[in-house]
């Protein structure tokens, strides 16, 4: 699954959350940032750990699923 290349979840990572792969940022963070008005700039500063592509992955990842047919 194309998720897989963006996300992990390991039970030793933050207890299972759903994060950046590679890192310890949750997915979620990216989330929150963009609903609370940041720039998707301010959140790679904010997180040198986690690159553009794999923001930009996991907003379209989110955008995909939001977008499936019923």
């Not at 990572?13 to 989330?31: D, N, Y």
């Given at each position: 699954m194309i998720?897989?290349?963006?996300?992990?979840?390991?039970?030793d990572i933050l207890?299972?959350?759903?994060?950046f792969r590679?890192?310890?940022v949750?997915?979620?963070t990216l989330i929150?940032y963009l609903?609370g008005?940041?720039?998707?700039?301010e959140?790679?500063?904010?997180?040198?750990?986690?690159d553009?592509?794999?923001?930009?992955?996991?907003?379209?990842?989110?955008?995909q699923?939001l977008?499936e047919?019923?």
């Amino acid at each position: 699954m194309i998720a897989q290349k963006w996300i992990e979840r390991n039970s030793d990572i933050l207890g299972g959350t759903p994060v950046f792969r590679g890192t310890r940022v949750p997915a979620q963070t990216l989330i929150d940032y963009l609903e609370g008005g940041h720039s998707l700039e301010e959140f790679l500063d904010d997180f040198p750990t986690v690159d553009r592509e794999q923001a930009i992955g996991v907003l379209e990842l989110t955008k995909q699923i939001l977008l499936e047919p019923a």
